[in-house]
């Protein structure tokens, strides 16, 4: 099945440890992304990958790193998390990007709360 | 720069009424628009979009919406709503951030009452 897979769905943690939210997708997408959902603000891109070794930021990157070794991986880093990055995270991804008039898929999300 | 809003935070509707959800955006060129539907504790899911031609769009669960260019608007309808609709709707716009990223509204929340 087709399905863009993130872990954990759930995540309490204190500040100032590291904490790594995985993505994997398994239909060969070039382009993953990472949002934020916040209430209120609706969801906001955080990083974007176009491809393996490609990362850029998107619009509220601080406190937070990607890395982009393998298509199918795209794992998001918090290397010192702070209370303002409790939010719900989402996992995007799609064939080649948005410019090609193809839809996002999601994952299930995860819900970080960071004490 | 590029923007969605949507002005329903909360819409409530009973079960078999009819349902439109307002989206208006804001765009330079031709966007590509879209819906996506949020359930409690899962991620979003896509109902519809719209690149370009027929300006009515068919999408699945019986939802449809309309693109008018003279409004900007993309409001999505249905003609009878069932209690499992219930979710959080997102209109987004797109391509934004020099073709990398949606931008989305900030999200109707719908209540079906029984």
């Known amino acids: 099945e087709a399905q863009v897979t993130q872990n954990p769905r759930y995540l309490i943690t204190v500040t100032g440890k590291k904490l790594t939210v995985t993505c994997s997708q398994n239909?060969?997408?070039?382009?993953m992304s990472w949002y934020r959902q916040d209430p209120g603000l609706g969801l906001r891109q955080i990083y974007y990958s176009m491809n393996v070794e490609v990362t850029d930021k998107g619009d509220v990157p601080e406190g937070y790193k990607v890395s982009r070794k393998e298509k199918r991986n795209f794992p998001l880093i918090l290397e010192s998390p702070s209370p303002n990055q409790t939010s719900l995270y989402f996992c995007?991804?799609?064939?080649?990007?948005?410019?090609?008039?193809?839809?996002?898929?999601f994952g299930s999300g995860t819900q970080l709360s960071v004490l | 720069a590029q923007s969605v809003t949507q002005p329903d935070i909360h819409i409530t509707v009973s079960e078999g009424a009819s349902l439109e959800l307002r989206c208006n955006y804001s765009?330079?060129?031709?966007?590509?628009l879209f819906w996506y539907v949020q359930s409690p504790g899962q991620g979003l899911q896509l109902l519809l979009k719209y690149f370009s031609g027929d300006t009515l769009v068919q999408g699945i669960k019986g939802f449809e919406a309309e693109f008018k260019r003279s409004q900007s608007s993309f409001n999505l309808r249905k003609p009878s709503v069932h209690w499992s609709d219930a979710a959080e709707y997102f209109c987004?716009?797109?391509?934004?951030?020099?073709?990398?990223?949606?931008?989305f509204g900030t999200g109707t929340q719908l209540k079906v009452e029984l």
């Open positions: 239909m060969n997408h070039e382009y």
């Open positions: 995007a991804s799609s064939l080649r990007g948005l410019l090609t008039n193809e839809k996002l898929f």
């Open positions: 987004a716009v797109g391509p934004t951030g020099g073709g990398n990223k949606l931008t």
């Open positions: 765009y330079g060129a031709t966007p590509y």
